[in-house]
């Protein structure tokens, strides 16, 4: 986790799902956090407040799964790692 962070990259809930994120695009200049700034005040959202919302929500590996297959509208592209209780 990282200091002042409300969300979570990282997360298991016994007997339903685990998942983690990890970044997808490198940093390319430092003008990136200025353009993730816009996209935020722009209505985007956070990678890890939809992984915090999805533990929150979600009891099982099928909810969380739908969920995380949304639209969803973030300012930084990552891969969402999603693991079930159940072989397959």
Known sequence: ?????IGVFTAHRPHGF????????????????????????SGYGQIS?????TMTDCQDYKCASQKLSEKHKLI????????GETEG
């Open 1 to 5: 986790m990282f200091a002042g962070t």
């Open 18 to 41: 685990a998942l983690a994120i990890n970044e997808r695009t490198e940093k390319k200049s430092a003008t990136d956090f200025m353009k993730n700034l816009l996209l935020l005040v």
């Open 49 to 53: 407040i939809l992984a915090r919302e």
């Open 76 to 83: 930084a592209g990552a891969y969402i790692i999603l693991a």
